[in-house]
Nanobody, 121 residues
Framework: QVQLVESGGGLVQAGGSLRLSCAASGSIDSINDMGWYRQAPGKQRDLVAAITSGGRTNYADSVKGRFTISRDNAKKMVYLQMNSLKPEDTGIYYC???????????????WGQGTQVTVSS
């Protein structure tokens, strides 16, 4: 059974920083793309940042220059360093990974349960 578990969310003042972590566990053969998505109240879930297995990154325009995504392939973890946080960054942050299970034959999407980030003005 595969799990993605996020941590590091919380309440922070505008201008502050948080670091999110996501750990993948279970019978995993390989991990392809990993990413962070955000869902604000009453809105759809949107991409914040993504990273390929080779380290190429992609960011939403709203977070470029403030957020940095990174990963540790050996530990099966992905991180999101969030600096200069703004109230509009508030939402539930979800980790996503495209995984190949041990003895599996196809890549599949997996999501974490989410971690709340609240930025006060």
């Amino acid at each position: 059974q595969v799990q993605l578990v996020e941590s590091g969310g919380g309440l922070v003042q505008a201008g502050g920083s948080l670091r999110l972590s996501c750990a993948a566990s279970g019978s995993i053969d390989s991990i392809n793309d990993m990413g962070w998505y955000r869902q604000a109240p009453g809105k759809q879930r949107d991409l914040v940042a993504a990273i390929t297995s080779g380290g190429r990154t992609n960011y939403a325009d709203s977070v470029k220059g403030r957020f940095t995504i990174s990963r540790d392939n050996a530990k099966k973890m992905v991180y999101l360093q969030m600096n200069s946080l703004k109230p509009e960054d508030t939402g539930i942050y979800y980790c996503r990974a495209v995984l190949l299970l041990a003895h599996g034959i196809r890549w599949s999407d997996y999501w974490g349960q989410g971690t709340q980030v609240t930025v006060s003005s």
